[in-house]
Nanobody, 128 residues
C-alpha cells in the first residue's frame, strides 16, 4: 500500500528554521508523477506550497514560500524533505505531503486535486 507520513513539525520562533520529513513506502517514485507539500491553517483552505516531479526532478514553489522553503528527496531513505527557513507567524498550519500519479511526469504543480495519496499532517506553529 502507498503510505506517506509527514513529521518534523513543532513550535518555532519567527525567523527560525524547521525541516519537515515525508517518509514514504509502498511505491517507486519514478512510477508516479510528483510529490508535493501542502498546508492548511485554521479556518483557511488548503494551500499548495511546493512539489517535485519524478522524471526531471523539477521543482515548483508557491509565491508565499519561494526563496524561504526548499524541497528535496533522499531516494536511499525514501524520504522527501521540506526545509523551511525564515519562518513567519503566517506559516503556522498543519503541513501535509502527498503523491500524484501515476503515470510519471515532467514538471509539477501543487494542486490538491492532482494528488491521490495523502499522509497525515504535522503541525507547525510559529510564534512572533
Amino acid at each position: 500500500d502507498v503510505q506517506l507520513q509527514a513529521s518534523g513539525g513543532g513550535l518555532m520562533q519567527a525567523g527560525g528554521s524547521l525541516r519537515l520529513s515525508c517518509s514514504t513506502s509502498g511505491f517507486t517514485f519514478d512510477e508516479y508523477a510528483a510529490i508535493g507539500w501542502f498546508r492548511q491553517a485554521p479556518g483557511k483552505e488548503r494551500e499548495g506550497l511546493s512539489c517535485i516531479s519524478s522524471r526531471d526532478r523539477r521543482t515548483y514553489y508557491a509565491d508565499s514560500v519561494k526563496g524561504r522553503f526548499a524541497i528535496s528527496t533522499d531516494n536511499a531513505k525514501n524520504t522527501v524533505y521540506l526545509q523551511m527557513d525564515s519562518l513567519k507567524p503566517e506559516d503556522t498550519a498543519v503541513y501535509y505531503c502527498a503523491l500524484a500519479g501515476p503515470p510519471p511526469g515532467y514538471g509539477c504543480y501543487p494542486i490538491s486535486s492532482m494528488y491521490k495519496y495523502w499522509g497525515q499532517g504535522t503541525l507547525v506553529t510559529v510564534s512572533s
